[in-house]
């Protein structure tokens, strides 16, 4: 074989040689990049399950299906205790924070207008109101006390309850960011200043 011949067929195998190389780079390039890809959608799908896992459950909320009620100016005898809807006073209450317990016929209908109404039985200790006031919205919420009721704090908005354990129970603020002026409101947004002041509000 001549010499030059022998230096063409080596140039051929280095050649040969570098393209397997690049190709087994390429491939290792490609392998480490799809390992890195799945991990971020793995990471990415852990987060998503584990947030849904820690996001309190809204399983216990009760439905009822209210239709918006007539306007009354007699006392009205509700099936639940707060009420969650039907017949109220034509004048609502005004959304805020009331030490005493509210006239139910307004505040049925504050629920109408989009409001989440929050009550607690009378004599909890004034920590415990305290969180709570402290988790209501500024627009659209009423807090007040009532005599008697089924849990020590009750949350409700137009055709949906729920009872809570108390102040701290961590179904509160997502009960309200679900069913405040939520589709269930017969008249989301409508006023909830202007109307009735009960006695004891305070804000």
Known sequence: MS??????????????????GERRRGALIWGVAAVAAL?????GAFVVVRDQKSQPSLAAVKSYQEQAGQHVTTPV????????GGEHNPVWLNCGVYNQPVPNENAVHA?????VWVTYRE????????KLRAALPDTYSVLSPIKTQPAPVVVTAW?????????DDKRLPEFIKTYR???QTPEP???????LDAPGKQS
């Open 159 to 167: 055709g949906k309850q729920l009872a809570l354990t108390g102040a």
């Open 39 to 43: 991990a971020v959608a793995g990471a």
């Open 181 to 183: 002026l939520g589709p």
């Open 111 to 115: 629920l109408e207008h989009g409001a």
């Open 189 to 195: 947004g409508a006023a909830c200043t202007g109307g």
């Open 3 to 20: 010499e030059p011949s022998s230096r063409q067929d080596k140039l051929k195998r280095l050649q040969k040689q570098q393209r397997s």
């Open 77 to 84: 005898k509700y099936p639940q205790t707060p009420p969650v």
């Open 123 to 130: 004599g909890t200790p004034a920590a415990d109101v305290a």
